[in-house]
């Protein structure tokens, strides 16, 4: 197998927009193509992503409709839908067409539209991500499904709402140094704990937000990514699934799809989480984030807790998490979310991540969830 | 080949009906809930339908205060995954127990719940 880089990136301001999510997608492929300082002719494939398309916008086919858009009418696409997980589930097929030698350079992120809808709407359009036959007809929501989790990770190990209010606090501490992030504005513990709740333990706060963005990178092999500014290389990335049935999780309080994910990463990349310097993972509730540091090996299990109150997963801790403000204060545009994670670990890992810049960061993770925590993908990268 | 001995649409159904059903893999045993094609534990492909009794009690719940699109008037409800004394689990809607008295480890017992003219898997007081 080929080794494949990222060469380009493109992220759009992430919050309302009054332009649709295949027009978001080609502003976002256009800059990342720039980006990279290729000919936008270079581009053999695009793998694109969105989930809710067919609901706030009427709008399916999206593949060739963001190719028109960006000025690429020929090149051949797919689209994918992977729910909250969709663009980087996108990535790793689009890393294969290169490795495998198919292709050389490829674009491939993805973009979704939802602040058109009313939140009602939206909340029943992600719903749609668990099963029709017995989980939407309970009413249970995504909010719901992560607030199973909590419950189950404080009844084990005594984790708490403040804790998981430490996550959220953090993450927008460090959205208030991203330009492209939804909420600037950093947030106190108070103000987490004393917002209502959504599905209890999960308070307003605890939850991302909706999101309208878009995001690309630009996949290249390696003879192509030689000829261009400071490669950043793919060191692995593997996906796992688990049941989509809540109820048959063997362990409400782990993400055994996370932890498949991770070995399956280190091990193509020859590391371990100690060589990581830097993540951005799947904060999609503030409990998601705890859980996932746990099953990514950074921390042991029902420690994720402390490592949010500690200051460890902060700018300056140990292990830096979310320096874009995750999805908590970047936002969460679910068909843009893994390559937008994506793009944030390539800018740190360039050093031009400005004021969020991690120092020194030689290897970064990204890892991103997709529904029930039914698919996961992580992947690794580094530099030369 | 092993007939298909009941299909989610029928399962779902008949839950809701008031008869719940698991199945059990004929060759390693694995109760399941709801009806798969092969034991994700041995491979095989030989179902047979277990009556399941109802009793259980919570492994997890959460009380839903912002609801999808069509169920905004039944906010606050409770959801809950319930351990099933037969080994299976199931998430449903919890009814007829008060909020506050909400734990991992609460008897209750598998009842279907009209909702208008919507029939849910519910659970209410063992």
């Known amino acids: 197998m080929r080794r494949v880089a990222v060469i380009g990136v493109g992220v759009t301001k992430f919050g309302k927009h009054d332009r649709t999510s295949a027009e978001l997608f080609a502003a976002a492929a256009a800059d990342a193509i720039t980006d990279a300082g290729i000919a936008p002719s270079a581009i053999q494939a695009l793998y694109f992503g969105n989930v809710t398309g067919g609901e706030t916008e009427r709008q399916l086919h999206m593949g060739p409709l963001a190719a028109t858009l960006l000025g690429l009418p020929t090149v051949p696409t797919t689209r994918f839908e992977n729910a909250c997980a969709t663009s980087h589930v996108a990535f790793r097929h689009a890393v294969m067409e290169i490795a495998s030698g198919v292709s050389d350079v490829v674009l491939v992120g993805g973009a979704e539209r939802v602040l058109n809808v009313p939140t009602e709407s939206a909340t029943e359009f992600f719903a749609y991500c668990s099963d029709a036959s017995l989980e939407q007809p309970a009413g249970l929501t995504f909010p719901g499904v992560f607030a199973l989790i909590a419950r189950a990770h404080m009844d084990k190990y005594g984790t708490t709402e403040e804790q998981m209010a430490h996550v959220a606090v953090k993450n927008h501490r460090h959205g208030v140094l991203n330009p492209k992030a939804q909420f600037q504005k950093e947030i106190s513990l108070e103000t987490v704990l004393k917002s209502a709740y959504v599905a209890d333990p999960l308070k307003l706060f605890d939850c991302c937000p909706f999101t309208d963005g878009g995001a690309a990178l630009v996949l290249a092999s390696e003879d192509v990514a030689r000829r261009h500014r400071r490669p950043i290389w793919v060191l692995g990335s593997h996906a796992a699934t688990d049941t989509m049935f809540v109820h048959e999780k063997r362990d409400l309080s782990r993400v055994t799809a996370t932890e498949r994910a991770a070995q399956g990463a280190y091990r193509q990349a020859g590391k371990t989480p100690t060589d990581v310097d830097v993540v951005e993972l799947h904060d999609c509730f503030t409990i998601a984030e705890i859980v996932a540091t746990e099953g990514l090996g950074f921390f042991e299990p029902g420690t994720g807790g402390l490592a949010a109150e500690k200051g460890w997963t902060s700018l300056g801790g140990k292990l830096p998490v979310n320096p874009s403000g995750g999805l908590k204060a970047k936002g969460h545009p679910i068909g843009a979310t893994g390559a937008a994670q994506i793009a944030e670990i390539v800018t740190q890992l360039r050093g031009e991540a400005d004021r969020r810049q991690v120092d020194g960061a030689r290897t970064g993770l990204t890892h991103t969830l997709g529904g029930n925590t039914a698919t996961v993908v992580v992947s690794l990268f580094g530099r030369d | ?126």
């Open chain 2, 1 to 126: 080949m092993t007939e298909r001995v009941i299909n989610l649409k029928t399962f779902f159904e008949e839950a809701r009906a008031g008869r719940l059903t698991g199945i059990r893999c004929g060759r390693c045993g694995e109760l399941a809930i709801p009806p798969k094609e092969f034991c994700a534990g041995c491979g095989q492909r030989d179902w047979q339908p277990v009556p399941l009794a109802g009793p259980g009690t919570i492994v997890s719940f959460t009380v839903i205060r912002v609801a999808p699109r069509g169920r905004g008037g039944e906010v606050p409800y409770a959801v809950a995954v319930v351990r099933l004394e037969e080994g299976v689990s199931l998430l449903g809607r919890i009814v007829d127990i008060p909020f506050e008295a909400l734990k991992a480890g609460l008897p209750v017992r598998f009842r279907p719940v009209q909702i208008d003219t919507q029939s849910l898997i519910g659970f209410g007081p063992a």
